[in-house]
């Protein structure tokens, strides 16, 4: 099992920038692929990024294409989302997870395909 911690959100204005990271505790950091998810009040937990256990692959949502990256460093045991050209409408609880074993980077796009959680942590956009 692994314990992961989120940090950096906070308060932004539109159009400024937002690094996140997610801390893993343990030793087995490089066999977990990563993801970020966010919630906002009312919706579902919906998919942000995710990247493979070597950080040679990455998905995002349409909706941060372009403006967000997914980036890890196994040695230091972290993963990364840096968000730029915030807009209000990422303003959410932003979370990060894990998934061990081998897969397809397509079982990475939804909440149900990880095995680890973080405890969030809030970025709000101010418009």
């Known amino acids: 099992q692994v314990q992961l911690v989120e940090s950096g959100g906070g308060l932004v204005q539109a159009g400024g920038s937002l690094r996140l990271s997610c801390a893993a505790s343990?030793?087995?950091?490089?066999?977990?692929?990563m993801g970020w998810f966010r919630q906002a009040p009312g919706k579902e937990r919906e998919f942000v990024a995710a990247i493979s256990r070597s950080g040679g692959n990455t998905e995002y949502a349409d909706s941060v294409k372009g403006r967000f990256t997914i980036s890890r460093d196994n040695a230091k045991g972290t993963v990364y989302l840096q968000m730029n050209s915030l807009k209000p409408e990422d303003t959410a609880v932003y979370y990060c997870?894990?998934?061990?074993?081998?897969?397809?980077?397509?079982?990475?796009?939804?909440?149900?395909?990880?095995?680890?959680w973080g405890q969030g942590t809030q970025v709000t956009v101010s418009s």
């Open positions: 997870a894990g998934r061990g074993g081998v897969g397809d980077m397509a079982t990475l796009l939804g909440p149900y395909g990880y095995d680890y």
């Open positions: 343990g030793r087995t950091f490089s066999s977990y692929a």
